[in-house]
């Protein structure tokens, strides 16, 4: 099929997501490149390259130069062959990203904040953006809330969200699959995907934030969860005596630094992170310094992490990106 959809196949999903990835992160491969690279036969590779040709999910560019053999026949994925859609759900506005399977932005727009409304207007956003893009095969959402498989289950000052298993309900509404992640977890992905870090960090992201403060804690490379996926709550984090992190943060820019600086020296006492990341609408560059001087306090400078300050918002959508593009990446139906 040619229509822009990624239809079942007697395949391996994890082959067709591996020869998708290779040809996205490489520009283009052959079939011996593909078999090489995935570890897998050469009729394999061939199989499935030859499939995804004929719906127009790889296109051919011609054919390499001959080093004794046949000539190589050479492919490179369309880019454009399915869409997904990333959504971020803030107190002050609904904010969308349309995009392509390089990331490159389709569309993008905002409309007032649906978290004080029902669910069903976010489908309805969805089904119009469907409607105007049938390529779309994807939906990853954000949320200012912690988030167990598609289940929000803390979410403070909106109820209509608690415990609520918005995953399934945008699922069934909009027939698309669809991923829904804490927004600090998407920002931390998309910060280590944005300043091309190792596979491995460790890296923590703090939002003071709108709705009380919040982390994405990734280590070595995979997002901390915890037990009943409460990691990253540092609202709770005790920082001085009968005293949580977020009654400290109101009293003033003293209080704040001395309990960000407690909260870093916390962490790299627990995690020892190679990065520690702040919003820069929040915090910004001039603020690092006495930040870690206070952490220097508690902690040997040596062990304590680099502070940053990035654009949370570009990180945030940028960590959804992500997510919804492996999910583009491991369909085999749409």
Do not use: W
Request: charged letters at 25%; aromatic letters at 8%.
């Amino acid at each position: 099929m040619t229509d822009g959809r990624l239809t079942s196949q007697p395949a391996n999903p994890a082959i067709m997501r591996g020869i998708r990835t290779v040809l996205l992160e490489r520009g283009s491969a052959t079939k011996a490149e593909l078999s090489r690279s995935l570890q897998i036969s050469f009729p394999t590779a061939g199989k499935f390259l030859d499939d995804m040709e004929i719906r127009g999910e790889a296109i051919s560019v011609g054919y390499d130069e001959s080093s004794g053999g046949r000539r190589a026949r050479r492919y490179r994925y369309d880019p454009d062959y399915v869409h997904g859609l990333a959504i971020f759900l803030e107190k002050d506005e609904t904010r969308y990203l349309l995009f392509n399977c390089l990331g490159e932005a389709i569309e993008q727009g905002y409309e007032d904040s649906i978290l004080d409304e029902d669910a069903s207007r976010l489908t309805d956003l969805i089904g119009r953006i469907k409607q105007a893009h049938p390529k779309l095969r994807s939906v990853s959402l954000g949320v200012p809330g912690a988030v167990n498989d598609g289940t929000i289950f803390l979410i403070p000052s909106y109820e209509k969200y608690r415990n609520f298993d918005l995953k399934s309900f945008v699922q069934q509404r909009t027939g698309l699959p669809a991923v829904v992640e804490n927004d600090m977890n998407a920002a931390v992905l998309g910060y280590i995907a944005r300043a091309k870090l190792e596979d491995r960090s460790t890296v923590v992201y703090l939002y003071l934030g709108q709705n009380g403060p919040g982390a994405g804690i990734v280590v070595n490379g995979e997002v901390v969860r915890g037990k009943s996926f409460f990691s990253g709550e540092v609202a709770f984090v005790p920082v001085r005596d009968r005293g949580n992190f977020a009654e400290a943060l109101k009293e003033g820019e003293s209080a704040r630094t001395e309990a960000i600086g407690r909260l870093i020296a916390s962490t790299a006492s627990i995690l020892n992170p190679h990065y520690f990341v702040f919003n820069k609408g929040e915090i910004g560059e001039a603020m690092l310094e006495p930040i870690l001087e206070r952490a220097a306090a508690y902690v040997p400078r040596e062990h304590l992490p680099k502070l940053a300050a990035s654009e949370l918002r570009g990180d945030y959508l940028a960590g959804l990106q992500s997510l919804g593009l492996g999910l583009l990446l491991s369909q085999t139906d749409g």
